[in-house]
């Protein structure tokens, strides 16, 4: 398990320090079988997926990841599953809303894709 | 999508209750390749899982589903990414504790069974 772990630690490292600092970056790990649910909206393919992230309403945002989660998704392939919660800090506000996300990661010749991403803030 | 919506609310719905109400119903819903992820903690074949999930400690619990999120997760065969958030219950506490839980459904002849299984308690 250590493999796609590590994995999974390289992957997410990446995704929220680019999320937090210029959402654009994230279009290489999107392709147009890629899948978004956004609370609960669905997106299809990496160009309406990056669009809907690029255009979020706020200005500043820092995730915090609490947990990972990680198994292999498939007895044939490698790719795997990663479940994240975690801390959103957005623009100013000092209340911290709790987050759950999900995402399927497929191998594509030496990196990865995101085939499923589902995204959910968790109200108290 | 309707489809696979269908078939994870049948599936949340009869999930839930066995789990709420006997936990040992669910032992057809694993096979020996089925992994659990309970708060951090891996099982992997059903007789592990189902062990797990009969042992956990409290007499009655009972689930309330907030988000049920669905997507296809294979671009070639059927399989079913579900991911819930909900309340729980717990014996007698007035306060119920947010949850998180991921499966990942594979089709098997008519039914599905249960690859995947990430659950977590999400603290505030």
Same mark, same amino acid.
């Given at each position: 398990m250590a493999d796609?772990?590590?994995?999974a630690k390289q992957f997410t490292d990446f995704y929220y /320090? !680019?999320?937090?600092?210029?959402?654009?970056n994230l279009a290489p790990l999107y392709r147009d079988i890629s899948m978004l649910s956004f609370e609960g909206s669905p997106y299809q393919g990496g160009k309406n997926?990056?669009?809907?992230?690029?255009?979020?309403p706020f200005q500043k945002v820092q995730h915090k990841v609490t947990t990972t989660?990680?198994?292999?998704?498939?007895t044939? /392939? !490698?790719k795997i599953l990663v479940s994240i919660t975690g801390l959103l800090l957005v623009d100013d506000s000092p209340n911290p809303l709790q987050f759950t996300q999900i995402f399927q990661l497929v191998p594509d010749g030496a990196s990865y894709y995101v085939l499923n991403d589902i995204f959910r803030l968790n109200y108290g």
């Open positions: 796609i772990n590590a994995i /320090e !680019a999320f937090d600092s210029n959402r654009a997926i990056i669009e809907k992230l690029t255009t979020l989660d990680v198994q292999p998704s498939s044939t /392939e !490698a």
